[in-house]
């Protein structure tokens, strides 16, 4: 099966500093997502992307967040200046064209901010 | 808005008992209806998808029932097992695959 991927699995940074999440989606998927989850807390939405803008995005995406799709296959999430509470697990996801149709989670980044 | 909701937050049963999951949605006008497996410190594994034309969906050990008139689904499992440990979330979809989730139950299943 076809798999969302996510790149690092683990990243470490300084509390100030930028980061940059990076996530492969499935090829002919249409729809793209970021979700994050702060340790024992809900599975939050952050934004949904379609036709190279975002669709939807929830309150915590503020201006310190952006998405982009570069190249056509990769999709990033940036982190402007990062707060010690953007540490949680960053979740990427894919939509496939088609009804009857599930969401793909990629692995996830654990971002950790010190 | 969409709000899920799951009780209970946690569960401890004894090994081969079988159990039962709720989640209740405040908008009975979903998409789907989803269920999830999460390990410690891992990403989600997707367990079963009740459409909303659907009653229940069915997997092995798990079986998943979805009533949208009064805004609840239940995971049942089967003769539960040790391996079974793990936090399971529900999760609202729409028709484009955007989700909310609940806060899931954590499930002990002890030898």
């Known amino acids: 099966e076809p798999e969302v991927t996510q790149t690092p699995s683990h990243q470490v940074t300084q509390m100030g500093q930028e980061v940059i999440l990076r996530c492969v989606p499935i090829?002919?998927?249409?729809?793209f997502y970021w979700y994050r989850q702060i340790l024992g807390q809900k599975v939050e939405f952050l934004v949904s992307?379609?036709?190279?803008?975002?669709?939807?995005k929830s309150e915590i995406f503020d201006d310190q967040f952006s998405v982009e799709r570069p190249d056509g296959s990769n999709f990033t999430l940036k982190i402007r200046s990062t707060k010690l509470e953007d540490s949680a697990m960053y979740f990427c996801a894919s939509f496939p064209p088609g009804q009857d149709e599930k969401l793909f989670f990629g692995s996830g980044t654990q971002l950790s901010v010190l | 808005k969409q709000e899920v909701t799951q009780i209970p937050a946690a569960l401890s049963v004894p090994e081969g008992e079988n159990l039962v999951l709720n989640c209740s949605f405040t908008?009975?006008?979903?998409?789907?209806l989803q269920w999830f497996r999460q390990d410690p410190g891992k990403g989600l594994t997707s367990l079963l998808l009740?459409?909303?034309?659907?009653r229940e969906q069915t997997s092995g050990r798990l079986n998943a029932s979805l009533d949208k008139s009064s805004g609840r689904s239940t995971l049942y499992i089967a003769a539960s097992q040790p391996g079974d440990s793990a936090t399971y979330l529900c999760?609202?979809?729409?028709?484009?695959?955007?989700?909310?989730f609940g806060q899931g139950t954590i499930l002990t299943v002890h030898p």
């Open positions: 090829s002919n998927h249409l729809y």
């Open positions: 992307f379609y036709n190279n803008e975002i669709s939807e």
């Open positions: 009740i459409q909303s034309s659907q």
């Open positions: 908008d009975s006008a979903i998409y789907n």
């Open positions: 999760a609202s979809g729409t028709s484009y695959g955007k989700l909310t």
